[in-house]
């Protein structure tokens, strides 16, 4: 089976190579047996390359996978020696390949994707490729000065899970856009707890404090799996305070992104540094859709969770119709004479 990275569901290729493979299993005995070749595969795609990557059979050994990588990051590719080392480092003892013209075509030819350059060349698994958020991006957002306090008005966006993905509660303050993780509850991925499952109790008195705690003018909470605590909380503080969005309407959320991304381009957006806000930010990557782009994990089945960037969407979302609708009371000072 070659150049599995190509093949991907839009093609057929899943079923086909788990066809081949039940043939194979079923005549192992007789020797019968599978190889595959590929070059890096785009994680975004879910190939029979990132599968077979991703298998258990491989952690358990049970599978070879081999490979030769360059050690090397998209932010290097415009470094003459670090790029040749990486080609090195993937062409291995390929004594035929042109590592003087490889070198200059990564430097100097614009027209190909970078990530083209590190997958195809550098045979490295380009998971930024379709990403949302450049880490150089994100950190120019950071700011340590002016800590969120109590009291301040703030929206709130929450995306939930039972068992599976993350459930996070983040807060965005409306003076100033500056973002802050009120809450994450997150698969530990540990064998010892195979039933692992959100504490809601805990997540509940989380949501009740955050309400005590500041001043919530808006609160965006995606539904599944928690209508119906969602629907206690607007009882409890306000459906005028708390809302539903659900993130699987593509028009609306579409434009939450936009907004969301365009503001930390322009510099409209903060965060407080939150190593897992940075995390599920830094994970997320582009999927388009006839209305425009919405943000995805890199494949259905990886690990790398993205659930709080999609609260600080929604929380950010929740301060720009707080806005709008009036909520921001901005406070003066008081000039006294004598």
């Known amino acids: ?47 029979v390359a990132q599968q077979i990557h991703e298998s258990e059979m491989v952690r358990m050994g049970l599978w070879l996978y081999d490979c030769l990588e360059g050690d090397i990051e998209p932010d290097e590719l415009r470094d003459e020696g670090k790029v040749r080392q990486a080609l090195k480092e993937a062409y291995g003892d390929a004594t035929w390949a042109d590592l003087d013209g490889l070198t200059r075509t990564i430097l100097y030819d614009r027209t190909t994707p970078d990530s083209t350059y590190l997958r195809f060349f ?87 404090e955050t309400f005590r705690q500041y001043r919530v003018e808006w609160m965006y909470a995606d539904p599944p799996y928690w209508q119906e605590n969602i629907g206690r909380w607007a009882l409890e503080w306000g459906d005028d305070h708390v809302f539903e969005f659900w993130t699987n309407k593509p028009t609306r959320m579409v434009q939450a992104v936009e907004r969301f991304r365009t503001a ?11 190593e897992d806000l940075t995390r599920h930010v830094l994970n997320a990557v582009v999927r388009e859709v006839p209305q425009g782009f919405l943000i995805t994990k890199d494949s259905p089945r990886s690990r790398k969770k993205i659930d709080a960037a999609v609260s600080a969407v929604l929380a950010f979302e929740a301060r720009a119709d707080a806005i709008a609708d009036g909520r921001l009371s901005i406070r003066r000072s008081r000039v006294v004479g004598f």
């Open 264 to 274: 930390a381009m322009v510099g409209d957006l903060r965060h407080d540094g939150n």
């Open 1 to 47: 089976m070659d150049e599995v990275h190509h093949w991907v569901g839009s093609n057929g290729g899943p079923e086909f190579f788990q066809t081949l493979k039940r043939n194979v299993e079923k005549l192992a005995k007789a020797g019968a047996r599978w190889v595959t070749t590929t070059n890096a595969y785009n994680p975004t795609e879910d190939s």
């Open 122 to 208: 550098c045979n490295r698994i380009a998971e930024s490729s379709d990403g949302w958020m450049s880490k150089s991006e994100w950190d120019a957002r950071f700011d340590d000065q002016d800590p969120i306090e109590p009291g301040d008005q703030i929206a709130v966006g929450f995306d939930g899970s039972i068992r599976g993905d993350s459930t996070c509660l983040v807060g965005c303050r409306l003076r100033d856009g500056k973002l802050f993780v009120l809450g994450l509850w997150e698969h530990p991925r540990d064998p010892n707890q195979p039933d692992w499952e959100v504490d809601v109790l805990a997540v509940e008195a989380r949501v009740a």
